[in-house]
């Protein structure tokens, strides 16, 4: 009986490790789904508000700055939240936001001598 007893403790922890296993695979696979469905919601808003040139834009900086791209579209789309921005913004008035928030970056250039 002993023996039984172990075996039964065994298979309980198994069970338990296997129950927590599916918890958190449930979680994660939550988690994507919300972040996909929030950057659906995103791109959406942005299909509306810039133009395609502007769009692609973006998508090409990204690349490059990713932190840049990703405070433009925030403050883009809080901006349409708040229905501050009533037309398509163009690549040229998407050139001249970006140069705004770029114009006091310094740059460090090595020189070969």
Do not use: C, F, W
């Not at 469905?37 to 995103?42: K, V």
């Not at 808003?45 to 502007?54: G, H, K, N, Y």
């Amino acid at each position: 009986m002993d023996r039984d007893d172990e075996l039964d403790e065994i298979r309980r922890r198994k069970m338990a490790e296997y129950q927590n296993m599916m918890q958190e695979r449930a979680y994660e696979e939550e988690q994507k789904k919300a972040a996909a469905e929030e950057e659906a919601r995103r791109q959406q808003i942005l299909r509306q508000i810039l133009s395609p040139e502007a769009r692609e834009r973006l998508s090409r900086l990204k690349l490059v700055r990713p932190d840049l791209v990703e405070n433009v579209e925030n403050q883009l789309i809080q901006l349409a939240g708040m229905g501050r921005i009533n037309k398509v913004i163009s690549d040229n008035e998407l050139k001249s936001i970006l140069l705004r928030l770029t114009e006091n970056r310094h740059e460090t250039r090595i020189e070969r001598r």
